[in-house]
């Protein structure tokens, strides 16, 4: 209630100062009382093995399979950017809903069962506990060191949702082929600025982009805007204008250093060898090259301004304290709830 109103109300009755103070009024996505909020090694007391553990998962998981880095990579974008961190992005499809991975934006993520891998791993030492919400941005933040970027300090404490909904992911997941200006009023409204979005882009630095994104680069004729030196290796991945749906065609992000999160990803996009349009588009905006060529020259500034937009990232909009709840496997909720009520 606005201040003004609250004066008149008590000029008019005095006993509604009781009203004006009374917790009636807070807003709903306020924080409750005795709620810390997202904080620094929030399982410290309830379990204090949980950061110890989901690290020594991923290194285990990444020595078998080096592509879930990638994915926890990109899952950190995919659920967070989607209204909150609350790993809404794990959850299975239910009979009534199709769920946030379903949908075309969610095109190519993978690994989800390894996550399962961690959950449990975590379950056997601290039963109900920890959320998935944390692990999803744990293991982003562990699988970043994996690939040789930095080590990025995070805090815990958020909650897991109880429903996923395909229907609003394109609302804040830009496509492959989005406007500059679109791809920054999307993570401004997050908090994310120009050097930010940049940067986050650098996640393209690593991992696959499949034919069906690009070929619209390639046919009926070649995008005159690629490099030349790019395309006879793009159109030896993807021979055809309408990929095989059975085979797996894909082109590497990053020719030079594919499993590496470094630079690379800038003087490629400046060297017109970007895969999305979006990635080229950065490099020849005025607004973001001029970030786009510091980082190519920096790779210690494009992992200062990494590790600052992941954190907001990480950051926005959780659920914590009493809202949500805690899953006990990370593709279903608890309870599968009916009204639209709540997250
Ligand atoms: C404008 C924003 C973005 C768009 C349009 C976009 C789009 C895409 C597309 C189309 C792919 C290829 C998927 C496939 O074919 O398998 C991809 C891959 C990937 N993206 Fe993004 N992305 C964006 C931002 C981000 C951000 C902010 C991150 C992380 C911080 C990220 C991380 C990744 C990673 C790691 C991959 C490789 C995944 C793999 O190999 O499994 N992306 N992205
Ligand atoms: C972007 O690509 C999609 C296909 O993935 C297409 O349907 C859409 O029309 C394209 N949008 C623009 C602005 O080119």
Redesign the pocket.
């Known amino acids: 209630m606005a201040p003004k109103t609250c004066f008149f109300f008590l000029a008019l009755v005095s006993f509604s100062s009781v009203l004006c103070l009374s917790p009636a009024f807070a807003k709903d996505d306020e924080q409750e009382k005795g709620d810390p909020g997202l904080v620094m090694n929030f399982y410290k007391e309830t379990c204090p093995q949980a950061e110890d553990i989901i690290r020594e998962q991923v290194k285990l998981l990444y020595k078998r399979h080096k592509?879930t880095a990638?994915?926890w990579?990109?899952n950190?974008?995919h659920d967070c950017?989607v209204q909150r961190c609350d790993a809404s992005l794990l959850l299975d499809s239910t009979r009534r809903t199709l769920s946030e991975k379903e949908t075309d934006r969610s095109?190519?993520?993978?690994n989800f069962r390894y996550i399962e891998t961690i959950k449990e791993a975590v379950e056997r030492e601290c039963p109900g506990v920890v959320s998935c919400a944390d692990i999803l941005v744990l293991s982003a933040r562990d699988g970043i060191v994996s690939l040789g970027g930095p080590y990025i300090p995070l805090k815990t404490g958020r909650r897991d949702g109880r429903r996923s909904r395909a229907e609003v992911v394109e609302q804040y997941?830009?496509?492959?082929n989005?406007s500059i200006s679109s791809?920054l009023d999307k993570f401004g409204a997050m908090g994310i600025d120009t050097p930010g979005v940049v940067a986050?882009?650098g996640?393209?630095s690593?991992?696959?982009?499949?034919c069906?994104?690009l070929v619209h680069r390639l046919y009926p004729e070649v995008d005159p805007v690629l490099n030349p030196d790019h395309v006879p290796h793009m159109l030896k991945k993807c021979p055809d204008s309408i990929p095989d749906p059975k085979a797996v065609q894909?082109v590497r992000?990053d020719r030079g250093t594919p499993m590496v999160l470094d630079n690379n990803y800038y003087r490629n996009i400046l060297d017109n060898k970007g895969l999305?349009i979006?990635d080229h588009q950065l490099a020849h905006d005025k607004r973001t090259k001029p970030f786009v060529k510091k980082m190519a020259k920096s790779q210690d500034y494009f992992f200062r301004e990494f590790s600052r937009a992941?954190t907001i990232?990480s950051e926005n909009n959780p659920l914590t304290g009493t809202k949500g709840e805690i899953r006990k496997q990370c593709n279903v909720a608890n309870k599968l709830r009916s009204n639209n009520d709540e997250p």
Do not use: C, M, Q
Not at 173 to 176: C, I, R
């Open positions: 592509n990638f994915s990579l990109r950190i974008f950017a095109f190519g993520l993978r997941l830009p496509d492959h989005e791809v986050l882009l996640a393209h690593v991992g696959r982009t499949h069906v994104k894909y992000n999305l979006v992941i990232l």
